[in-house]
């Protein structure tokens, strides 16, 4: 679909890296020609993964161990980073998320789903964006969002505010930004399955026939949103600015996605509690 070196040039970092949407976007970024950096909190997940992507493309990918939620970590990781030689793209794409009746969240379980996908995409914008901006280096952000931001969502509200405030911060920073040579996107995917996600919000008792519903009748891939992610941070997209790109066959139009949740009986979000404080121990 695309010219072979399409990336080529381009120093890219990916939070969250390490697996899932993040990993697949990695490897396709370094298929196009890419210098990459993935980080996250788990250093064996994040060196599999650079292994995996140097062998098969032979690029050159480091992997740092980082906790986006603490802003010290994130500019020690920024630091780093720069004294090789300074970023072009960051994605934002770590975050968190699991189904819950929201008026029974902690303040913890709200912060540990804040941290990650809004306070973790702001330190990190911010830090490469000073950096940019004092260096007048051209750099590109593109935050990984949720069809929430469009249609809220019941049972992930945390998420949802969010995802909705980054993407507030995209088309904010794209108005004071751009004159400065910073580009600011986002995609908001749709079903996109993968492990971690799939295990917290669609657990086993969950409407099972939810794809099929799809207005295209399946979920989305991840080499489809890798390809989209590849354009947006390329300089094909050089005109496309402030602006959040819907990726999912349409599903926003019909519902937000959670309706089936409200039909859910106390045992179901009890079970379903359990298993996720099973998770965290």
């Avoid at 952000?141 to 945390?158: D, E, K, N, Q, Y």
């Avoid at 926003?252 to 404080?277: F, I, K, M, N, V």
């Amino acid at each position: 679909m695309f010219e072979k070196e399409l990336l080529k040039g381009k120093r890219i970092l990916v939070t969250g890296g390490g697996s899932g949407l993040g990993a697949a976007m990695g490897h396709r970024f370094a298929e196009l020609g890419a210098e990459l950096i993935i980080c996250g909190r788990r250093p064996d997940v994040l060196e599999a993964a650079a292994a995996s992507i140097s062998k098969t493309f032979a690029s050159k990918v480091r992997a740092i161990p980082c906790d986006v939620r603490d802003g010290a970590e994130v500019e020690a990781m920024m630091e780093s980073i720069w004294r090789e030689a300074p970023l072009d793209v960051l994605v934002n794409n770590a975050a968190a998320t699991f189904i819950a009746r929201t008026e029974q969240l902690s303040f913890r379980a709200a912060d540990a789903i804040l941290g990650p996908t809004l306070h973790g995409a702001m330190y990190c914008t911010l830090e490469s964006g000073k950096r940019w901006i004092e260096a007048r280096h051209k750099g590109v952000v593109l935050s990984i969002l949720s069809t929430s931001t469009i249609t809220g969502r019941a049972f992930t509200v945390p998420s949802a505010m969010a995802k909705s405030a980054v993407l507030a911060m995209t088309r904010s920073l794209a108005v004071e930004w751009g004159p400065k040579g910073i580009r600011t996107v986002a995609i908001a995917p749709g079903a996109f399955p993968t492990a971690g996600a799939t295990s917290q919000l669609r657990p086993a008792g969950r409407d099972s026939n939810w794809a099929a519903r799809n207005p295209l009748g399946r979920t989305g891939t991840h080499p489809e949103l890798a390809d989209l992610a590849s354009f947006l941070i390329s300089d094909a997209a050089s005109y496309i600015n402030g602006e959040m790109v819907v990726q999912d066959g349409g599903a926003h139009l019909r519902s937000s996605g959670a309706e089936d949740l409200l039909g859910w009986t106390d045992a179901q979000w009890e079970a379903q509690r359990a298993l996720r404080s099973k998770d965290r121990t």
